[in-house]
């Protein structure tokens, strides 16, 4: 059975710092693209940041996903969090990229920005 599981959402201050993990299992994560994504209330869910099989670190602005192959785990670290940030995060699995929705979803993190 593949298992996507997301830790590490909570409740932090504005400025402050996350670090989500998403434990694998059940699949070959060596062959697959990761990717981390949120969903805001009554907003659509998007794309945060992807990484490929072979990169280490991937940073899109204040996000940094990393991943490591022999623990079967990817991570997002979110740095000077906003308000506009909170939303639930999702880690997602794919084996063609993620200009489509990836077929592997986790049941999502609550990340809570606020004062």
């Known amino acids: 059975q593949v298992r996507l599981e997301e830790s590490g959402g909570g409740l932090v201050h504005p400025g402050g710092s996350l670090r989500l993990s998403c434990a694998t299992s059940g699949l070959i994560f060596s062959r697959y693209d990761m990717a981390w994504y949120r969903q805001a209330p009554g907003k659509k869910r ?26 079967n785990a990817v991570y997002l670290q979110m740095n000077n969090l906003q308000p506009e940030d909170t939303a ?20 999502g993190t609550q990340v809570t920005v606020s004062s």
């Open 46 to 71: 998007e794309l945060v940041v992807s990484i490929t099989t072979v990169a280490r670190n991937t940073y899109a602005g204040r996000f940094t996903i990393s991943r490591d192959n022999a623990k």
């Open 88 to 107: 639930v995060y999702y880690c997602a699995a794919s084996l063609r990229g993620f200009k489509e929705l990836p077929e592997l979803w986790g049941q």
